[in-house]
Nanobody, 125 residues
Framework: QAQLVESGGGLVQPGGSLRLSCVVS????????IGWFRQTPGKEYEGVSV????????EYADSVKGRFTISRDNRKNTVYLQMNNLKPEDTASYHC??????????????????WGQGLQVTVSS
């Protein structure tokens, strides 16, 4: 049974950092594209970043380029999202998700099959 569990969220001041973890079970994390999405109340999911299957190819939303870094540890079956220089507009519920099929449209919610429950990231002074 496929399962994704996020951790590492919380409250941080502007300019601070957080590292989110997405621990995967039920399948090999290297064999799926793993994406991070975020959502704020009343808005649709926004694709934040993805790491491609079988490669260290990464993509980022323009709003987080240069601040966020996605990485994968195959031994731990875990994907990370390092978030630096956080801004109040980064406040959202963050979710990791897995897609078995390659797609240039990595930022689309419907491309992903398995989802974690999500966690809250709040950037505020």
């Amino acid at each position: 049974q496929a399962q994704l569990v996020e951790s590492g969220g919380g409250l941080v001041q502007p300019g601070g950092s957080l590292r989110l973890s997405c621990v995967v079970s039920g399948f090999n994390v290297n064999e799926y594209a793993i994406g991070w999405f975020r959502q704020t109340p009343g808005k649709e999911y926004e694709g934040v970043s993805v790491i491609r299957a079988f490669a260290q190819i990464t993509e980022y939303a323009d709003s987080v380029k240069g601040r966020f870094t996605i990485s994968r540890d195959n031994r731990k079956n875990t994907v990370y999202l390092q978030m630096n220089n956080l801004k109040p507009e980064d406040t959202a519920s963050y979710h990791c998700a897995a897609s078995p099929a390659p797609s240039s449209q990595w930022y689309l919610y419907e491309r992903y099959t398995y989802w974690g429950q999500g966690l809250q990231v709040t950037v505020s002074s």
